[in-house]
């Protein structure tokens, strides 16, 4: 699936009247029962993998587990980095009572967006707690309209000022990963957000 910004994969455990579901989605359009694999934040768009076989769905989880399938992300950040490409290995906890686990995502730049902005890939070597995005807060380089981390009067001027309202700009944008029936090595693409598409000077 291409999940749209704004849907959750999986009903919330308190659902709200107006919650849009991915999996219900997808479960109604194909008249059967679907299986996630993995997650994205509800504010995230792209690729989003789903099974509708049990024991398919297992081998997925494993090969997620095994750190088999590569996940690569878009992020338009608010700032210049100061190297084309770096990583990051803040180790991570999921909150404050858990404990930091190691924690690595590489970083390269794909475009800087005059004024103030820069258009990166992100790809995750670990799958920690919002892992892309405390990263590059702890890089000083916040995703734009991540209301979570950065800060809010930042996100409201420069959802003003390019027109993108609240919207953060972060896309899982491919998966490559084995078919864990015929073996076929597969990637899977979303087309670029649309709103990530507007602010490219070119």
């Known amino acids: ?49 789903f099974a509708t076989d049990r024991d398919v769905a297992r081998e997925l989880h494993f090969a997620f587990e095994r750190h088999e399938v590569h996940k690569a992300y878009l992020a338009v ?6 190297q084309d ?7 991570l ?11 690595e995502t590489h970083f390269r730049i794909l475009q800087k967006i005059p004024p103030e902005l820069t258009l990166i890939e992100a790809s995750p070597k670990s799958g920690r ?23 809010i009067k930042r996100c409201d001027q420069l959802g003003a000022k390019y027109e ?3 919207r953060m ?12 029936v015929t073996k076929e090595d597969l990637t899977i693409e979303a087309p670029l957000d649309p709103l990530i598409k507007k602010l490219l000077p070119f």
């Open 1 to 49: 699936m291409d999940k749209p910004a704004g849907q959750m994969v999986i009903p919330a455990d308190k659902a709200q009247p107006d919650d849009e579901v991915t999996m219900k989605i997808l479960r109604d359009q194909i008249g059967q029962q679907v299986h996630p694999i993995h997650r994205l934040d509800r504010p995230t768009s792209g690729v989003l993998l």
């Open 85 to 91: 490409q770096w990583n990051c290995r803040q180790p």
């Open 164 to 166: 993108i309202g609240t």
């Open 129 to 151: 707690f919002h892992q892309i995005r405390r990263h590059l807060v702890f890089d000083n380089l916040p995703i734009v309209g991540d209301y979570r981390y950065a800060e």
């Open 77 to 82: 950040i608010d700032g210049f980095p100061d």
């Open 169 to 180: 700009l972060l896309q899982a944008k491919s998966l490559k990963l084995q078919h864990p």
């Open 93 to 103: 906890a999921k909150n404050d009572t858990s404990e930091a686990k190691p924690a």
